[in-house]
């Protein structure tokens, strides 16, 4: 079975190609499990604030407002 002589470099792209296409698989499987599920895992808003007010990106009074506003959402009373 003769196939010519420019088959076997048709077969070496499909060969790149198909592993190259196995390689990206992997790296977008590693981090999506890298993220934990990004929008399937949300960070606490009361952590976030707290967070927030540490880095300096918050005033006091902004705080306590979006704290007392989170808490009157969630039925809770605020601490």
């Known amino acids: ?3 010519g002589a420019g088959w076997w470099t048709v077969m070496a792209l499909g060969m790149v190609l198909f592993w190259g296409l196995v ?3 992997v790296v977008w499987i ?3 499990l890298g993220r ?3 929008a399937h895992r949300r960070e606490d ?4 604030l707290d967070r927030r007010l540490a880095e300096g990106q918050l005033s006091v009074e902004e705080y306590e407002e979006r704290r007392r506003v ?3 959402r969630g039925g809770q009373a605020p601490p």
């Open 70 to 72: 989170l808490a009157e």
């Open 1 to 3: 079975m003769d196939w």
């Open 36 to 38: 934990g599920g990004g």
């Open 45 to 48: 808003p009361l952590k976030l």
């Open 30 to 32: 590693v981090r999506e």
């Open 23 to 25: 390689a990206a698989a």
